[in-house]
């Protein structure tokens, strides 16, 4: 009987609650050539326990402390506001921003697009509370107001920022 037949015979077998030891056992007695395996079985048996009751601990403490999920209607307006900052201008802009005020004309020009155009992207950040503007002459200067685009930036030239990968 070659081994593998002797394993699917014992796996119909199992049916008869032949205990897993047991089982184990048999089939080193009866190949002994496997006996350098009883070691690295047992512990991958243990690890397989250990395995499974870290996952049963998982599911209960899942079931036991709920995760507070953010309301639908945060997210929706979270979405928004990222929607609005998804736009390599308007990225540019807040990179500028964040060093400290500037007019229209210098992120238009450091974006290399219109002033009209500059103003429009201004405007939708404004309006979702990234910046405030504060008008001195005929120049309007821009300064970010949200604390948190600091963070959203650092992670977006850490992850795509070419220049400072080397």
């Not at 037949?5 to 609650?17: G, M, T, V």
């Not at 709920?66 to 506001?81: F, G, H, I, N, S």
């Not at 004309?105 to 939708?124: T, V, Y």
Request: hydrophobic share 40%.
């Amino acid at each position: 009987m070659q081994i593998v037949d002797f394993l699917l015979f014992d796996q119909q077998a199992s049916r008869k609650a032949v205990p897993n030891a047991r089982r184990l056992e048999i089939l080193l007695n009866r190949f002994p050539s496997l006996r350098t395996l009883k070691s690295y079985l047992a512990e991958l048996f243990a690890c397989h326990v250990d395995i499974f009751r870290y996952s049963m601990c998982m599911k209960n403490d899942v079931q036991k402390t709920p995760k507070q999920w953010t309301d639908l209607e945060a997210l929706t307006q979270a979405a928004e506001c990222l929607r609005i900052l998804a736009h390599p201008h308007r990225l540019r802009m807040i990179q500028m921003l964040l060093e400290g005020q500037y007019s229209v004309g210098d992120l238009a020009e450091a974006c290399e697009i219109p002033s009209p155009m500059a103003s429009e992207h201004l405007r939708l950040m404004q309006r979702c509370g990234f910046l405030a503007s504060q008008r001195e002459g005929r120049n309007v200067f821009y300064h970010v107001t949200e604390p948190h685009l600091q963070r959203i930036m650092e992670c977006v030239e850490s992850r795509f920022d070419s220049a400072a990968k080397g």
